[in-house]
Every structure is written in C-alpha cells, then in structure tokens.
C-alpha cells in the first residue's frame, strides 16, 4: 500500500431562511442560512469527502446519507469526527489540508484564523497543516448571484500503521 495519498471533494448548498452559516465548524453571522440535511458547513462536508476519498472510503453521502435521519442537522464537526475516526481505523493520519470557500458573502477573512484553528483541532493536527482561503466568483454564477456557496477541499494523509 502506498503511504501517501491526495484527496479532493466539493460541496454546495443553497442560501434559504436563517440568521448564519455554519463554516469550518465556527457559526458566522449571515443574512441568510444554508439549505441542507445537517447544518450545511459547506467546507467541513468537502473536507470529509476529500478525506474519505483519499483513504478509498467512499465520499460522504454513503457514510451519512441526507436520507438518514441520525444525520438530521447533524453538526459538521460530528461528520468530521466521525469521518476521521474512519480513517484511523484503516491505518490513516491527516498530514495537511487545503481548503476553499467559494462566497460573495459572508466576509470570511474575519474568521478565517477561527476555520483553521477549528479544524486542527478536529483533524487532530498542528495549525499549520490547515490552510483555509476564500474567494469570490466575481459575481458569476449561482456563487455570484448570492444564491449559495460553495467549497473544494484537497488533502494529503499518510498511512502509518496497520490498524
């Protein structure tokens, strides 16, 4: 088995009624919130999904299917848990995480420190292997049309040990 390997995963969801979005585990104030099955942290599921791929797991919609309601607004941080949990029964660490936010708003430069110190924490890794970025569509598409947002998430993970 090779002991290093690259995941990628993407995630969107739709704006709709609420009062925040919930992104990299951290609750920001938004004029809007985010339609979805669990609370919709739109970067935490394409992390999971980056994850699971890169360990040859699946993708997230196998393991907490929008479908179950156990994953009723189920939190991010309890699918990325459980997502990294999965990987350290098969033998995989996370060595370092890159993520994206795609958004016209919120502002996410304000909680950026926030998203990455969150997510080391539940990846169980140093700060500096989290990397958290945001950008703009520059008013293209349904990104740009302030309809949703959207993330894409790439991952390195090391196989260690024989679980």
Same mark, same amino acid.
């Given at each position: ?27 920001? @104030?938004?004029?809007?919130? +985010? %339609?979805?099955?669990?609370?919709? #942290?739109? $970067?935490?599921?394409a992390l999971c999904d980056a994850l699971l791929g890169a360990a040859g797991l699946g993708d997230i ?6 479908? #179950?309601?156990?994953? !009723?607004?189920?939190? =991010?941080?309890?699918? +990325?848990?459980?997502?990294?949990? *999965?990987? *350290?029964?098969? =033998?995989?660490?996370? %060595?370092?995480? #890159?993520?994206?936010?795609? @958004?016209?708003?919120? !502002?996410? @430069? ?13 990846? *169980? ?8 970025k945001a950008t703009t569509t520059e008013r293209l598409g349904f990104v740009g049309r302030a309809e ?5 998430? %790439?991952? $390195? ?7």
């Amino acid at each position: 088995m090779t002991n290093l390997r690259i995941g990628q995963g993407f995630d969107v969801h739709a704006f709709g009624p609420g009062d925040h979005v919930m992104l990299g585990g951290i609750r920001i @104030a938004h004029t809007h919130g +985010l %339609v979805a099955h669990s609370d919709g #942290d739109v $970067l935490i599921h394409a992390l999971c999904d980056a994850l699971l791929g890169a360990a040859g797991l699946g993708d997230i919609g196998q393991h907490f299917p929008d479908t #179950d309601p156990r994953y !009723k607004e189920a939190s =991010g941080a309890t699918l +990325l848990t459980a997502t990294l949990a *999965q990987l *350290q029964q098969v =033998g995989f660490a996370v %060595v370092n995480v #890159d993520v994206t936010v795609l @958004a016209e708003a919120p !502002k996410l @430069a304000p909680h950026r420190e926030a998203m990455t110190v969150r997510l080391a924490e539940l990846l *169980q890794v140093s700060r500096e292997a989290v990397n958290v970025k945001a950008t703009t569509t520059e008013r293209l598409g349904f990104v740009g049309r302030a309809e949703g947002m959207a993330a894409q998430a %790439v991952c $390195l993970i090391e196989h260690r040990a024989t679980p």
